[in-house]
């Protein structure tokens, strides 16, 4: 079972690392219209694998300040001085995201009135 899961993430590795993020985001899309039948909203799946794939490399960026900056005060030993401000900052980063959206109208209810 661990083999299997390494090559699972070897493979992952490889398209990610060959495959254009564009290419990757129509290639769910593609595969998602498939299932626009069943009543799946297809557009809002996409958007969301596309807010997680361009949110992980801001995350692991968040993580990598916090552990600088927790090491330049001398607590790089420190669970709390690395996990308390990339929690703070990347819920600021989803809000921030989120206002985002918002302002463009996307993920407003239509039933709900302002």
């Given amino acids: 079972m ?6 699972l993430i070897l ?12 290419d990757m985001l129509d290639t769910i899309t ?3 219209r498939r299932l626009r039948g069943v009543g799946i909203p297809t557009e809002q799946v996409s958007l969301a694998f596309s807010l997680t794939i361009t949110a992980i490399p801001n995350i692991l960026g968040i993580a990598r300040e916090s552990h600088d900056a927790a ?5 790089e030993r420190s669970s ?9 900052r990347t819920v ?9 959206l918002a302002a463009r109208g996307l993920g407003e209810d239509e039933g709900q009135s302002s």
Avoid: C, N, Y
């Fill in 30 to 32: 593609w595969l998602l």
């Fill in 92 to 100: 600021a980063h989803a809000q921030l995201t989120g206002e985002a």
């Fill in 2 to 7: 661990v083999g299997d899961l390494f090559a």
């Fill in 71 to 75: 090491k330049a005060r001398g607590l």
């Fill in 11 to 22: 493979a992952a590795s490889a398209v990610t690392a060959s495959t254009a993020l564009e």
């Fill in 80 to 88: 709390r001085a690395l996990v308390v401000p990339l929690v703070i």
